[in-house]
């Protein structure tokens, strides 16, 4: 069974930073792309970050230089570094792969930037 828990969300101020957690199981995790997706209110589930099996990432514009995705395969966990957090940000958090066939998404985790 595939399970992902995110963890880590909060409520920041605007230029503070969180780090969030995806804790996987039931898959192949060190072998499996792993990403970061984001939906704001009343908007659509957006892209973030994505790490491959090698390490290599790619990130949306709007996080490019503020968020660092990474991983560690000996705990089957994927993080997100956010750092000089803006109210745009605001948004539940999910992390996600494609595993035989299939996507995955945990449940999600609120991240919210306010003053």
């Known amino acids: 069974q595939v399970q992902l828990v995110e963890s880590g969300g909060g409520l920041v101020q605007p230029g503070g930073s969180l780090r969030l957690s995806c804790a996987a199981s039931g898959i192949i995790f060190s072998r499996l792309t792993m990403g970061w997706y984001r939906q704001a209110p009343g908007k659509q589930r957006e892209w973030v970050a994505t790490?491959?099996?090698?390490?290599?990432?790619n990130y949306a514009d709007s996080v490019k230089g503020r968020f660092t995705i990474s991983r560690d395969n000996a705990k089957n966990t994927v993080y997100l570094q956010m750092n000089s957090l803006d109210p745009e940000d605001t948004a539940v958090y999910y992390c996600?792969?494609?595993?035989?066939?299939?996507?995955?998404w945990g449940q999600g985790t609120q991240v919210t930037v306010s003053s």
């Open positions: 996600n792969t494609y595993y035989v066939a299939r996507t995955y």
């Open positions: 790490i491959t099996s090698i390490g290599s990432t």
